[in-house]
């Protein structure tokens, strides 16, 4: 995604002062607390808020360079918008909702492609109902259709699913991540949720205060110790994508290749050679001095820690390297003290839980 933010505004008790410039492709999330200037960026984006000072750049379009009086307005951007309400038009059906942008765009995409969107969002049933007959979650996903089918060149997505309960959550994340790989509309996320924002992101721009704190790859934020006080050391851990490199059919197991090391997981139904993603919480990894033997744990990876954080209570955080692949483990200060860890000491790492979701377009077995 080429995409150049840099503006500042002014509100009553509240500075915003935002520049960040991701440099890989894919979703970008705009991750932090309430209150952090999330909503109010996309706004600036979107042509919602037309800040007071700044430059917006996507590709080679200029959407706002203040000191040369551009402002493009929003209807001329050709950005779609999903808010945290769906928004939908309650008079109309869902196939009227999913056709309104589509009929009225400027960039209207092909006919086909309105078939095309209604089966990747699994529309094809609800068509003909109104949207007070639907869900939550299937509200979001006409949301969603609806902003595809105005043709947009950038997809906004503003906490999308802040509204729905957990089950509603975990129904519409697989059609999201359905959106990042088979549509080539570059998309920039809000969420205040680590969870969702690690399983969808390829870039993260933390945001606190009204300031950008820090940006970069997924795997490399969720590893920042010093960034613990904002994404959250309950949800701390590694980010890391990998190869599945083979199955045992016998036990039910998958073996990932990650980096220099591997991972066996149980049985994922991707090929062999699929991409998937790896989340590995600090909670779930234990240091050991020597490699343990006798035990039920499957991965165990040899180590070196590279930084200890300490805070105020009984815990800390541990920044280990294992062939090239960075972990987190969450362990207590009298530990530390008990195993003399300091950084460069050489270890093991146990393995106790490790998430996979999947990763690209290599499909299932």
Known sequence: MSITVSFRHRFAGFDLDVEFEPSSRGIVALFGPSGAGKSTTVNAIAGLLRPAQGRIVFGDRVLLDTDRGIFVPPRKRRIGYVFQDARLFPHMSVRDNLLYGWRRSANRPPKQEIDRVIGLLGLDTLLQ?????????????????????????????????????????????????????????????????????????????????????????????????????????????????????????????????????????????????????????????????????????????????????????????????????????RVTRSSIARLGLASGTAVFAVIKAINVEPRGRSGQR
């Open 129 to 329: 109902r109104r949207p007070r007959f639907l869900s939550g979650g299937e509200k979001s996903r006409v949301a969603l259709g609806r902003a595809l089918l105005c043709g947009p060149d950038l997809l906004l997505l503003d906490e999308p699913l802040a509204n729905l309960d957990q089950a509603r959550r975990n129904e519409i994340l697989p059609y999201l991540e359905r959106l990042r790989e088979e549509m080539t509309v570059p998309m920039v996320y809000v969420s205040h949720s680590i969870d969702e924002v690690t399983r969808l992101s390829d870039t993260i721009v933390v945001l606190n205060g009204g300031k950008v704190v820090a940006a970069g790859e997924v795997g490399d934020i969720m590893t920042r110790l010093d960034l613990f006080p904002i994404t959250g050391r309950f949800e701390a851990g590694a980010v890391i994508d990998a190869t599945v490199a083979g199955h045992d059919g016998e036990f039910g197991l998958t073996t990932l290749a990650v980096d220099g090391a591997r991972l066996v997981v149980p049985e994922l139904s991707a090929r062999e050679g699929s991409q998937v993603r790896v989340r590995i919480r600090a909670r779930d990894v234990i240091i050991a001095l020597s490699a343990p033997v006798d035990t039920s744990a499957n991965n165990i990876l040899p180590a070196t820690i590279t930084d200890i954080r300490f805070d105020p209570g009984p815990y800390a955080d541990v920044l280990l390297h294992a062939a090239g692949t960075p972990l987190l483990a």
